[in-house]
Every structure is written in structure tokens, then in C-alpha cells.
Nanobody, 121 residues
Framework: QVQLVESGGGLVQAGGSLRLSCVAS????????MRWYRQVPGNQRELVAA???????NYADSVKGRFTISRDNAKNTVYLQMNSLKSEDTAVYYC???????????????WGQGTQVTVSS
């Protein structure tokens, strides 16, 4: 099996910074895209940022210029550097990875358990 474990969430004042990490472990051949999503209770989960295996990135308009996604392929880890945090960034942040695994390779989709980010105004 494959597990994704997030860390780095917490409470921060508006204008502050946090860095989230997500480590994938298990029987992994390769990880293609890695993404960060967030969800506020009562709302749909929304895509925050994505990074392809080659390093191409994509961001939600609401976080462009403030958040940076990066990855370390050797460590099967994705990061989300969040700067200039706003109260509206408060949410549970989830890591998502498209993992290629198996002797006859196939791609599967995995989620972390989520980490709470709370920004106080």
C-alpha cells in the first residue's frame, strides 16, 4: 500500500508563514503529479497547487504569488510554502499524489489525512 503523511500545519497570525510537507511511502515505482487541496467545512475541496514530475506548477488564483509548491523526488516529498497568510486560507489542507506502482505498472490516486491550518486575523 501507499501512505501519504502531511505535517506542518498549525496556528499562525495573518501575514505569517507556514510550510507544509507531505511524504509518500510504500510500494512506489514513481510519483507523477502531486497536489495540495484544501477544504473548509461545508465547502467542496478545492485545488490549491499542483506540481508535475518534471517540476511544472499550477496555482489557484487566490494563492498565486503567496504560495510555492515544490517537490523532492528522491524523498517522495512535496512541500507547500505559504507566505502572507490570510484568514481566508484557514482550512484543512490535503496532499494528493498520483502514484505509479506494480510489476505491471498502473497509476493510482492517494490522499493524506489532512493537516489543519488556522490563520488568525
Amino acid at each position: 500500500q501507499v501512505q501519504l503523511v502531511e505535517s506542518g500545519g498549525g496556528l499562525v497570525q495573518a501575514g505569517g508563514s507556514l510550510r507544509l510537507s507531505c511524504v509518500a511511502s510504500g510500494r512506489i515505482n514513481e510519483i507523477s503529479a502531486m497536489r495540495w487541496y484544501r477544504q473548509v467545512p461545508g465547502n467542496q475541496r478545492e485545488l490549491v497547487a499542483a506540481i508535475a514530475s518534471g517540476g511544472s506548477t499550477n496555482y489557484a488564483d487566490s494563492v498565486k504569488g503567496r504560495f510555492t509548491i515544490s517537490r523532492d523526488n528522491a524523498k517522495n516529498t512535496v512541500y507547500l510554502q505559504m507566505n502572507s497568510l490570510k484568514s481566508e486560507d484557514t482550512a484543512v489542507y490535503y496532499c494528493n499524489a498520483r502514484v505509479i506502482r506494480g510489476v505491471f505498472p498502473y497509476e493510482d490516486n492517494y490522499w493524506g489525512q489532512g493537516t489543519q491550518v488556522t490563520v488568525s486575523s
